[in-house]
């Protein structure tokens, strides 16, 4: 019964899909409003669609340029991150080859970036530099990988370069940087019962792992709870420079993913400093 969902599912995707290129393509040709506010809206139809359950606790900046980071372990990250907030993602080049999903990435305003050739790291900063002064959320995944979802990954500070563009200047005359908001991202449930370590790969997409048959195992397995935790957001100038940011974000993060792992994400509060570190969170995951 659920491979005949799942496959109903697929096909109401695709044919949904292929209505809304040419509108969000319009919204996007014309500048209409739109352009930010669909895409959000249609991620939270797919999340209903895939059976994924999305808990938002907190508040993401939305009235200005903000760098989002977050911890990434999924496909499913995206749907979720893109239900609950109007964001763009930052993506790898290699996302432009790929057959539908380029597309999709492109309409939502993907900044893509070659990290391999030095020669672009310029142009990626400036478009970035003009979305963040144009008041757009942007999203990066500092792990620069996926992980298998029983772990927070080191944040590498090299990919938060962006944290230290400055978007004008204050009263004062000094640099205004932009701000930087953590947000942890945690599969916490299939079915309603609270996931293990041992079923963490059915969702998690890192590796090798091809998407098609991880695609078709997901939504085969049943529906999923993810908490989608928006934290309150630093400077580059508040942290301390772009590798205390890299960590104290990281930590942060790891936080929240530790407390909804431990059933707790409905008592959020703000992090401190002293976040547990792996040994922890591993203890959490068990």
Avoid at 181 to 194: C, E, L
Wanted: contains cysteine.
């Amino acid at each position: 019964m659920q491979s005949v969902r799942a496959a109903a599912s697929l096909f109401i995707f695709l044919v949904a899909s292929l209505l809304m290129i040419p509108w969000q393509m319009s919204a996007l040709k014309f500048n209409l409003k739109r352009r930010k506010t669909f895409p959000n809206n249609f991620n939270k139809f797919l999340c209903w669609l895939f059976d994924i359950r999305v808990h938002v606790i907190g508040t993401p900046v939305q009235d200005r340029g903000v760098l989002m980071v977050a911890n990434h372990s999924s496909w499913l990250d995206i749907l979720a991150i893109a239900a609950s907030a109007r964001v763009s993602f930052v993506a790898k080049s290699e996302v432009k080859t790929w057959p539908f999903f380029s597309t999709m990435a492109r309409l939502a305003e993907t900044v893509f970036v070659e990290r391999e050739r030095r020669s672009k790291v310029g142009e990626t900063r400036d478009e970035l530099r003009e979305r963040l002064r144009a008041g757009d959320a942007i999203m990066l995944f500092p792990e620069g990988t996926s992980s298998d979802g029983n772990r927070v990954l080191p944040f590498k500070s090299a990919l938060m370069g962006a944290a230290e563009i400055e978007l004008g200047a204050d009263a004062g005359g000094y640099a205004r940087h932009v701000p930087v908001q953590p947000v942890s991202v945690t599969h916490i449930a299939v079915h309603g019962i609270p996931m293990g370590r041992e079923n963490r790969p059915l969702f998690a997409w890192y590796g090798d792992m091809d998407l098609a048959p991880h695609l078709w195992e997901a939504l085969t397995t049943g529906p999923v709870d993810i908490v989608i935790e928006f934290h309150p957001p630093l400077t580059v100038d508040s942290a301390g420079g772009r590798k205390a940011l890299a960590a104290k974000t990281e930590a942060i993060v790891r936080r929240g993913v530790i407390r909804a792992l431990a059933g707790q994400h409905e008592q959020a509060s703000v992090p401190h400093e002293d976040a547990p570190q792996g040994a922890d969170l591993a203890g959490a995951v068990a």
